[in-house]
C-alpha cells in the first residue's frame, strides 16, 4: 500500500457497524454514553473503537493514554496516517480508542479535502486489515462540518436526552437533522435509538419521561436511566461510570443498552445473559482502579491529557482553590478592621461624641 486511494481500491473487507451518538443539543450526556457504551460493548465480547471527534475530547481524558497514544483523530484527518494505525488500545479488553484533538477547532473543514461535501470520515474510517465489530463515535453539538462528517459516516445513530422543559424541542431538531442527512449525505442512516438519561424521581423527570414514550413509541430505547450521583463523581474524577462503581446499576444499565444494540432495539437480556460482562468490568475496575487513583493523585502537576480534555476543569479548581484563599484573607482583613474600629471607637469616640452633644467634657 503506498496512498490512501491503494487502500480504497483494494477487496471490500468487512466493515464494522458505525454508531455515532449525538444531539444538537450540549449538555446531554453525549459523552457519558459514548464511553459507557463502548465499554460494555466490549464487555459483552465485542471488538469496539471508540472514536473523540468533539473538540472538548473529554471521551480522551477517561483512558489511561497520555504516554500511549501517539497519533489521533487529527492525524487521521489529514491523511497522515491510516485507521488502523491511528488505533490505541486501551486498559480493557477488545476496547481501543482514536484520541481527541483541540486541533479539531481548526480542522471544521479538514473533511471536504477528501473528496465531496463531509464524507471524508467515511473514506478514513475504511479497515482494510483487522476491523472492529463496532465503531463508537462521540460527535459535538451543533451541526457543523464535524457533526455532519460523523452522522455521514455513520450506520445507526442513538440519541441521548436528559429530562426538561426543553428535552422535546431539542430532540425534535436533532432528528430534523438526521432526516437531512438521510436525504443527502447520507441515506442509509437509521436510528438505533432514542435514550432518557439521568431520570429523575419527581414531576420533571416523570413528565418528561412520559412525553418522550406518547411521542415516540417505537424508537425509545428499553433501557433507561435513573438520575445516579456516581456518574457525576466519575465525571469529575475523569474514569468511565463502569469502571468507578462496577456493581453500580448505572453500569448493569450500559450493559443492557449494550444488549439492545447488538440483539435489537427492545431486546431485554435476563441476569445470566450479562453476568458475564459484569464479572468482566468488575476485574477492570479491579485492575485499573490504582492506575486511576494514581492519576488524581499526580493530575495536579500534570500537564494536558491528549486532546486536554478534562484538564481545564482541574485548572478551574485549583484557580477557584487560589481565588477563594485570597477571599478568605479578605474576610479576615475584614473583620480585624471592624474589631479594630470598635476598640477606638470605644477609646476616642464617646468624649468626642459628648462634646458634639454638649454633654460636658
Known sequence: MTSHDDVFDTPETRQPTILSVYNQKGGVGKTTTSVNLALALAALGKSVVLIDFDPQSSATSNFLLRDKAKVGINDLLRKETFVEDAITPTAFDGLSMIVGARKLYSLEHALDSRGGSQRG???ALHFSRNPPDYVVIDCPPALGHLAAGALAASDRLIVPVFPGRYALDGLRRTLQVVEHIQNGLNPSLALAGILMLSITNDEV????????????PEQMFRTAFPYDVDVVKATYRRMPATIFTPDGRTTARFAALAWEIVHGRGSAPDDAQLKPALERIQAWHEATDTSYSARRAS??????????GGNGARQAERNGARSGGGMGAGLVGLLIGLLAGFALGAAVGQPILGRL???GG
Open 121 to 123: 470520515l467515511r473514506k
Open 357 to 359: 452633644l454638649g454633654l
Open 299 to 308: 493530575s495536579i502537576d500534570e500537564g494536558e491529557e491528549p486532546g486536554g
Open 205 to 216: 423527570g416523570r413528565e418528561s419521561l412520559t412525553q418522550l414514550r406518547n411521542e415516540f
